[in-house]
């Protein structure tokens, strides 16, 4: 089955011990990319990737980093989590362009930082 | 900076009527533009995609219209019913930026029985 998984689910962590959420997709996508969605701002953008060992910024991408070394893998990583940082995560892939442009997310990861 | 605006936030249908979204974008120099369901504390699940040389774009019930020019799409869904109840959302991919995906704020749609 065509999925994007992501881990952990649900998180509650305190404030500055780094953590890592996982995103792996089995479409064989070049493109990946991490949001966080707030109430009343909808989602927005942190980090995408074309492809392996290519990344960029989003529109909110202070206070994380993301690696690309394999193709269905796309971490997200909070080296020192705020109470700010507290939202709902989404993982997302596509083939990148064209018609097949459709966007695949992840369930969500919850976080929760104290 | 593109800005894209979905109005009204929330919107209440009896069953069988007819559903109409509104979605807005102020710069129309779009690569395409999607539509999205999202169910509560549920990811987001693509409806429709219209490239931008596409007005419109059809799945079942949806009907999905693109004007570029007065930067605005409608996603129609026909007869609405009970299970049409969620979120939508629409973003656009820009095409001087094409890694980039900006979000609408999303229209949180009941149909009552």
């Known amino acids: 089955e065509a999925q994007v998984t992501q881990n952990p689910r649900y998180l509650i962590t305190v404030t500055g011990k780094k953590l890592t959420v996982t995103c792996s997709q089995n479409?064989?996508?070049?493109?990946m990319s991490w949001y966080r969605q707030d109430p009343g701002l909808g989602l927005r953008q942190i980090y995408y990737?074309?492809?392996?060992?290519?990344?960029d910024k989003g529109d909110v991408p202070e206070g994380y980093k993301v690696s690309r070394k394999e193709k269905r893998n796309f971490p997200l990583i909070l080296e020192s989590p705020s109470p700010n940082q507290t939202s709902l995560y989404f993982c997302?892939?596509?083939?990148?362009?064209?018609?097949?442009?459709?966007?695949?997310f992840g369930p969500g990861t919850r976080l929760t930082v104290l | 900076k593109q800005e894209v605006t979905q109005i009204p936030a929330a919107l209440s249908v009896p069953e069988g009527e007819n559903l109409v979204l509104n979605c807005s974008f102020t710069?129309?120099?779009?690569?395409?533009l999607q539509w999205f369901r999202q169910d509560p504390g549920k990811g987001l699940t693509s409806l429709l995609l219209i490239q931008s040389s596409q007005r419109e774009q059809t799945s079942g019930r949806l009907n999905a219209s693109l004007d570029k020019s007065s930067g605005r799409s409608t996603l129609y869904i026909a007869a609405s019913q009970p299970g049409d109840s969620a979120t939508y959302l629409c973003?656009?991919?820009?095409?001087?930026?094409?890694?980039?995906?900006?979000f609408g704020a999303g229209t949180q749609v009941v149909v009552t029985p």
């Open positions: 997302a892939s596509s083939t990148g362009g064209g018609v097949t442009d459709t966007q695949y």
């Open positions: 990737s074309m492809n392996v060992e290519v990344t």
């Open positions: 973003a656009v991919r820009q095409t001087d930026s094409w890694g980039k995906l900006q």
């Open positions: 710069d129309s120099a779009i690569y395409n």
């Open positions: 479409m064989n996508h070049e493109y």
